[in-house]
């Protein structure tokens, strides 16, 4: 069964700080996608990884994938108040075949604020 | 804008009343998703259609069904909600998994 672990799972951050959000996942795959939900709100799709190595940034955000490693990572530079938000990573995994299920499995969410 | 629309946002239902939830979508994608998210919980999947194939998780208790009577519209039937079928209910649609998911807002169900 496949495990999607973050961590940390609450992140307190002061504006202009720098810090990382880890996602690790127990069973192969070369897919995973970043998510954004404000309260009360949908998913909001940040990134799609899907290579060993991919790097993408969007503003203050970048995400990583080390497939090797089964690990993302989310890092923020210098947050902002409107940063704050919950940050969700998902995997897509492939069967045998090396086709997709084309079904995410979230990890549990990493609650985010941003404090002048 | 082609988008996933989800009807109603806000639904409440009696305890043990049938209620359905819908969902369109204008991108002509061939796969549909239905998660169930709780408060502070993560999307779980609950089913999901590849055009007209019906794939269900193992886990989706029977209480839960779906019909996609075409490409462009998808429910969500909820036979006899439960206090603990309160959620989120997201619809998602993809054409490729590695072109992403496009979600709807959502529907909050209240089960009172």
């Known amino acids: 069964e496949l495990k999607v672990e973050q961590n940390p799972l609450f992140l307190s951050m002061q504006e202009g700080k720098n810090y990382t959000i880890y996602c690790n996942y127990s069973t192969t795959s070369d897919r995973l996608y970043w998510y954004r939900q404000d309260p009360g709100k949908s998913l909001e799709s940040l990134f799609v990884?899907?290579?060993?190595?991919a790097v993408k940034q969007e503003g203050r955000l970048m995400a990583s994938l080390d497939t090797k490693a089964r690990l993302s990572t989310l890092h923020i530079t210098a947050a902002v108040h409107d940063l704050s938000a919950t940050y969700f990573c998902a995997v897509d995994i492939r069967n045998a075949g090396g086709t997709s299920y084309g079904k995410l499995t979230f990890g549990q969410g990493t609650i985010l604020t941003v404090h002048p | 804008d082609a988008m996933v629309i989800q009807n109603p946002r806000y639904q409440v239902t009696q305890f043990g009343k049938p209620v359905t939830l819908s969902c369109s979508q204008t991108?002509?994608?061939?796969?549909m998703y239905w998660y169930q998210q709780k408060s502070s919980q993560a999307p779980k999947l609950l089913f999901h259609y590849y055009d007209k194939d019906f794939n269900n998780e193992a886990d989706t208790p029977d209480n839960f069904q779906s019909r996609r009577p075409n490409t462009s519209f998808c429910f969500l039937d909820i036979r006899s909600p439960g206090l603990g079928d309160a959620a989120m209910y997201l619809c998602?649609?993809?054409?490729?998994?590695?072109?992403?998911?496009?979600f709807g807002s959502g529907t909050r169900l209240t089960v009172v």
């Open positions: 990884l899907l290579s060993n190595g």
């Open positions: 991108l002509n994608h061939n796969v």
């Open positions: 998602a649609t993809s054409s490729r998994p590695e072109r992403g998911y496009t």
